[in-house]
């Protein structure tokens, strides 16, 4: 309630809202032509674009943060982002929609369906460039994307990895690790031994139904070390990376 009291207050005042206080900074910060803008349903919002650094491309990773980060979240995102075209990816991460009212009650806000849209487009952007394109998320928006894609509400990219999945709610958090089973994609779930108590609270349940429901590729990995260091970003890497090897990606 008090987030978006806060919210309503900086309207009414005309102040930037975080997601404008964002945008300015990585305009700031970045070369111009990592930025571009796409377009949704809900309007336009900012996306960070990479082209790969290899002779032959991969495709596209399209990388999505958590509610309350941004594209360039120096949380393993920014790391991926620029890495990852070492590796023959183009690289595409999208700013999340504003989440006043997801961060107080995920079930009665339209976070889902803006994040929905959000990934529509940007995977029409990646759908110009040659080559797979494989999804990157992290925090409660890769908790919400596994339930769109298990209802069937977004196409399925050729690869699904999370990074420290979680809901804030012991309910709809214990109903994500239903919707990885039910989702088909190949998926890599990655968390860490200090993420949130969500986000490793149902761990060994996602593995029972998976096993239940015969998901055929699917792989747990739960890292330890100092809490996202370059280390543990030079790990997440490794570890994507190699899934996406064994896969054929």
């Known amino acids: ?7 309503s207050i900086t309207a009414a005042q005309g102040l930037p809202s975080r997601q404008q206080l964002w ?50 979240s120096p949380n393993q995102l920014d790391a991926l982002r620029q890495q990852l075209n070492d590796y023959g990816w183009h690289t595409l991460a999208i700013m999340p929609p504003n989440a006043a009212i997801f961060e107080q009650d995920p079930a009665a806000s339209d976070y ?25 998320a992290k925090g409660s928006s890769a908790a919400v994307l596994n339930q769109l894609y298990a209802e069937e509400q977004l196409v399925a990219p050729a690869a699904f990895v999370m990074l420290g999945a979680y809901l804030a709610d012991h309910n709809l958090n214990r109903d994500l690790a239903s919707h990885i089973a039910r989702q088909r994609i190949a998926t890599l779930d990655i968390s860490h031994q200090r993420d949130n108590r969500f986000a490793t609270a149902n761990l060994k349940l996602r593995q029972q139904l998976v096993q239940r429901h015969l998901k055929a590729q699917y792989r747990q990995r739960q890292l330890t070390g100092t809490f996202y260091d370059a280390d543990v970003h030079a790990w997440v890497l490794k570890e994507i990376t190699g899934w996406l090897h064994s896969i054929g990606l």
């Open 112 to 136: 889902p369906q803006q994040l929905a849209e959000r990934l529509l487009a940007a995977t029409q952007q990646a759908e110009q460039q040659p080559g797979n394109i494989i999804v990157i």
């Open 23 to 72: 945008q300015q900074d990585l305009q700031r910060q970045l070369q111009a032509t990592e930025l571009t803008e796409l377009t949704s349903d809900n309007g336009s919002f900012m996306a960070l674009q990479r082209e790969a650094l290899t002779s032959f491309t991969k495709g596209t990773a399209i990388l999505v943060p958590d509610w309350s980060e941004h594209a360039a």
């Open 1 to 7: 309630m008090m987030m978006t009291l806060q919210a």
